[in-house]
């Protein structure tokens, strides 16, 4: 590779890392990446975060699914990645100087009947992104099959603030949190209704939280809210008492 080439490369590598020095772990880590879901990612809609159509959602097509050693149990949802594909040991099918961030939403389970190192890519421990092609498309040539990549965890952008779909019933209530910002992922929930106290909730899969056992119809409800990196947010009433399952409700805020 010659001088320019490296250049280029370690410049992004550089801008990247002073952007997120100061929210999350700020060391590259080494992986590798497919992709899936068709050129136009319809093939990437539902998943295993509880997103659903990911364009309703406000995700669109910079989206992957993570191996076992990322996903976390689904609390890796919503997080996002710079990637940048390899260049220094594939320059067949890397595009050199790009890069692109994305957003995980879907799990990329393990094949145990294919060898971890010729097909079995998700498999553990194996750190791996299976992009939406479209995502894919900007690193790399997608003849490739499978190419090397350097990622960091970085901060998530977002338009408007936290929101919350409400689903279920009466004694059994799940909420989809997304559009979450900064480090995209919830760690922990409260919800409090008008007649009870503030009660945890516990992550049914993906980015859905549940409350069990507790009728809190008809009741305005406020949430107490941890990301993944242990901010905290607060949002009384948020939502009003005539509402319904199905109904989204945007919160006043969102984490940085």
């Given at each position: 590779m010659g001088m320019g080439m490296f250049f280029?490369?370690?410049?992004?590598?550089?801008?990247?890392?002073?952007?997120?020095?100061?929210?999350?772990d700020n060391s590259w880590?080494?992986?590798?990446?497919?992709?899936?879901?068709?050129?136009?990612?319809?093939?990437?809609?539902?998943?295993?975060?509880?997103?659903?159509?990911?364009?309703?959602?406000?995700?669109?097509?910079?989206?992957?699914?993570?191996?076992?050693?990322?996903?976390?149990?689904g609390a890796s949802c919503g997080q996002c990645y710079v990637i940048i594909c390899d260049y220094n040991n594939d320059q067949q099918w890397c595009l050199p100087g790009t890069s692109v961030t994305v957003t995980a939403t879907n799990f990329c389970p393990p094949n145990w009947a294919i060898p971890s190192d010729a097909g079995g890519w998700c498999n553990p421990p194996r750190t791996h992104f299976d992009m939406a092609q479209p995502a894919f498309e900007q690193i790399a040539i997608t003849t490739a099959g499978i190419v090397p990549v350097w990622y960091q965890r970085v901060?998530?952008?977002?338009?408007?603030?936290?929101?919350?779909?409400?689903?279920?019933?009466?004694?059994?209530?799940?909420?989809?949190?997304?559009?979450?910002?900064?480090p995209g992922s919830i760690s922990y929930?409260?919800?409090?209704?008008?007649?009870?106290?503030?009660?945890?909730?516990?992550?049914?899969?993906?980015?859905?939280?549940?409350?069990n056992s507790v009728n809190i119809c008809g009741q305005a409800l406020s949430f107490n809210v941890w990301s993944s990196d242990w901010q905290y947010l607060s949002f009384p009433q948020v939502v009003y008492n005539n509402w319904v399952y199905g109904q989204t409700y945007e919160a006043y805020a969102n984490f940085y």
């Open positions: 280029k490369l370690s410049l992004i590598l550089a801008m990247y890392f002073m952007r997120t020095a100061f929210s999350f880590q080494y992986a590798h990446a497919t992709f899936y879901g068709g050129v136009d990612a319809s093939g990437t809609m539902g998943g295993a975060c509880g997103y659903g159509n990911l364009y309703t959602y406000g995700y669109g097509t910079n989206t992957v699914a993570l191996s076992t050693a990322l996903f976390n149990d901060s998530c952008n977002k338009r408007g603030n936290i929101r919350f779909t409400l689903n279920g019933f009466a004694y059994f209530n799940n909420f989809l949190v997304w559009n979450v910002g900064g929930m409260m919800v409090k209704g008008d007649n009870t106290n503030w009660m945890a909730m516990s992550r049914n899969w993906g980015a859905i939280w549940m409350l």
